[in-house]
């Protein structure tokens, strides 16, 4: 698993949540025809994570339009009401808590589409763990250290609690949940506040699967092996070991919309459209580069528009194709993963595109 820092943009909304603007666009107008030869070595491309985390200083005054969002969320995606309406039954609140010896893991809400989960995880850690350090105590905008933040955490199927692995190494728990794991999966997490009064630090995720098992409708369980802390000199240090693990029920799933993308009477892939994400999986012959292929990526409006709309933050959109062969003939097989900024109306989008291809969604 990779190691999380922390990053925290500030940025300022326009004035009057109710006039902001509906989309935000990545990339816009047709793309370009080329010709892609097809190469024969097996491989996998991840495109760039796209990290952002707006946090702004007048969330308060959206907040009192949705009580049952928590702050974090609201700052994430500031919804309009319509836009929260669409995801109301994705929303989980105060899910669950989980005393691991003297820390403490908490999931105090959680948001998703059946493959992809945002969640809000705080950690209460043990007075021995000084905080102090990661806050900004001198005004100049730079803690004096970087983040405490989890390692090699994995997620699984199993309903389970930390009583089933308390006194095992996370070698031995890893072990004992083995057969209930995620084998395909990404990751990404930052920091969204500390509180030294609690000891606390609040984290926000984003779990995404390309499995067909999803997250929502079953037992999800997170086993981490210890926390850690970056320092500038590029060192870590433990501060707590573990392991640690957290077990709920997602019981949401954002309205989605699942369509074949056909060429003549073959199937050749799928695409899945939420108000959270455009994902899918594309077989073809021809062979684009991530930044190519990325560029194929769009949504047509009914009112005409044509765009991608802007990838969400934290939201990672991992990208990658793998090669193989049928009837001696090359392929290569595109997962896309874009989770967007703002919440999508469906009902305003007309079609997908994606490697050329373009999808009716009507």
């Known amino acids: 698993m990779n190691r999380y820092q922390t990053l925290i943009q500030q940025l300022k909304p326009a004035d009057g949540f109710e006039v ?84 403490t893991l908490k999931i105090r809400q959680t948001i998703g589409d059946g493959k992809s989960m945002y969640f809000i995880m705080d950690v209460t850690f043990p007075k021995s763990v000084d905080l102090s350090a990661l806050v900004d105590q001198n005004g100049d905008g730079r803690a004096d250290n970087y983040a405490i933040h989890p390692v090699d955490m994995w997620f699984y199927t199993a309903e389970t609690t930390y009583t089933d692995i308390a006194g095992m190494t996370y070698e031995q728990a890893r072990e004992f949940l083995d057969a209930y794991r995620y084998t395909d999966g990404s990751l990404s997490s930052n920091i969204q506040n500390i509180d030294l009064d609690s000891n606390t630090i609040t984290y926000l995720m984003q779990l995404t699967v390309r499995t067909v098992i999803p997250v929502a409708g079953q037992p999800l369980t997170a086993l981490i092996d210890t926390f850690e802390q970056s320092f500038p000199d590029g060192t870590e240090t433990t501060v707590v070991d573990g392991p640690f693990l957290i077990s709920w029920t997602a019981d949401y799933d954002a309205a989605s919309r699942t369509f074949d993308i056909k060429d003549g009477e073959e199937t050749i892939g799928t695409v ?12 073809t012959t021809d062979y684009l580069d991530s930044k190519e292929f990325r560029k194929t990526l769009s949504l047509t409006f009914i009112n005409g528009d044509v765009c991608l709309p802007a990838n969400n933050g934290p939201g990672i959109g991992i990208h990658e194709y793998q090669e193989g062969v049928v009837d001696k003939t090359w392929y290569f097989e595109y997962h896309f993963d874009v989770y967007f900024r703002d919440i999508l109306v469906v009902d305003e989008v007309a079609s997908v595109q994606v490697g050329g291809y373009s999808i009716d969604v009507k």
């Open 272 to 283: 899945t459209l939420s108000p959270l994400s455009l994902r899918g999986v594309l077989k």
């Open 20 to 103: 902001r603007l509906k989309r935000r666009v990545l990339n816009a107008g047709p793309v370009p025809k080329k010709t892609y030869h097809p190469r024969s070595a097996v491989r996998t491309v991840l495109l760039a994570a796209v990290v952002a985390v707006a946090l702004t200083a007048s969330a308060a005054a959206v907040v009192s339009a949705f009580a049952d969002w928590d702050p974090i969320f609201v700052r994430l995606f500031r919804p309009t009401e319509t836009e929260a309406a669409l995801v109301e039954e994705a929303v989980q609140t105060e899910v669950v808590t989980s005393v691991c010896g003297d820390t």
